[in-house]
């Protein structure tokens, strides 16, 4: 019989989740469980100071969970197949390389055949234009790429194909949402379908949030995505941000989500921003250039009239071999 151990049920998922990030947690079987306590397998004779106890625990099925596996392609491609891809909703979007187009369909089908709750793959053949919109090709499922995306009990109504929305931003939404202190008045300059201004307004309490992108859909989104949360102080603003941000009132925060070219938009920032206020700019670098960067932004401020201090900076992604997308939390002193 498998080794176990008894846990109050109290302490049942601490111990489930610790188990597990330690690779301790024998996945092969169910967790079981009497009045008081739950009867965890675990791989090892011992965990803490919990009881050691034999159980007949039953196995659990073994489905495969690698959509590689699934897959029939000569063996010299296989290298070639992505190892992870973005899930918005119900919509898997991958990426594949040119020698792997020919196997498209066979690779959406795998995706869909380990991933029960995915409705539809497409494939991503990249980010175009100013509008930051995908270009997307269904490979397989079936419907269109709208979906209802989950983050943090916010649902976030977008279309990838029609409107900028980066799922891999959810924790600096979160990071960014404890930040916010309540009345704050912020400046989303490049907003997509506002998830950052949705997750700020269900979990924390500023008093307005002005949503704005140069795409008349993501104004569409912004609006659904506002009755479906039951939001009401968001304002969502179609257009340039240089020219939206003029008739605003200045911000105790501004978020700058455009990675490529968010540094040369600085200036408009700061000029909106409240002494004491801060500036989240994301911005795409060789990671060998960091401090390189950081020093320019200060001394590029400093040469428009502004003193700022940057206060952190967090890398959000890897974007290349040798690149990463980072956020600079930028505090203007004046």
């Given amino acids: ?158 279309d990838p194909s029609k409107v900028y929305f980066n799922p891999r931003l959810a924790t600096e939404r979160s990071r960014t949402t404890s930040l916010v202190k309540d009345g704050e008045t912020i400046i989303d300059m490049f907003a997509g379908v506002a998830p950052f201004g949705l997750v700020i307004c269900k979990k924390a309490r500023p008093k307005v949030v002005y949503s704005i992108d140069i795409n008349p859909e993501a104004e569409i989104f912004v609006r659904r995505n506002m009755e479906l949360n039951r939001v009401e102080n968001i304002i969502p603003i179609t257009g340039d941000a240089v020219e939206a941000v003029r008739g605003l009132p200045d911000a105790d925060r501004v978020i700058m989500n455009l990675p490529q070219t968010a540094d040369s938009f600085l200036t408009v920032a700061l000029s909106k921003t409240k002494a004491g206020g801060t500036i989240h700019l994301h911005k795409i670098t060789e990671r060998s250039e960091l401090d390189d960067l950081a020093e320019k932004i200060t001394s590029d401020a400093a040469a428009d009239g502004f003193e700022i201090t940057i206060s952190a900076v967090t890398e959000l992604k890897t974007y290349s071999p040798t690149m990463s997308v980072y956020v600079f939390d930028i505090k203007k002193e004046r």
């Fill in 1 to 158: 019989m498998p080794a176990c151990i008894r846990v109050p049920k109290k302490e049942g998922e601490r111990v489930r989740a610790d188990l597990l990030s330690k690779g301790m947690l024998d996945i092969r079987r169910k967790i079981g469980s009497d009045e008081r306590s739950l009867i965890i397998p675990i791989l090892g004779e011992r965990y803490e100071g919990y009881e050691t106890v034999e159980a007949d625990l039953e196995l659990l099925e073994q489905t495969p969970t690698d959509y590689k596996e699934m897959l029939e392609i000569p063996e010299d491609l296989r290298q070639e197949l992505p190892t992870s891809f973005d899930i918005i909703g119900d919509v898997a979007i991958i990426k594949l390389p040119d020698p792997l187009l020919q196997y498209k369909h066979k690779i959406g089908e795998a995706v869909i055949s380990v991933n029960r709750s995915i409705r539809t793959v497409m494939m991503d053949s990249g980010v175009k234009g100013d509008l930051r919109i995908r270009e997307l090709e269904q490979i397989a499922g079936k419907g269109t790429s709208e979906t209802v995306h989950k983050e943090f009990g916010v649902r976030i109504a977008v």
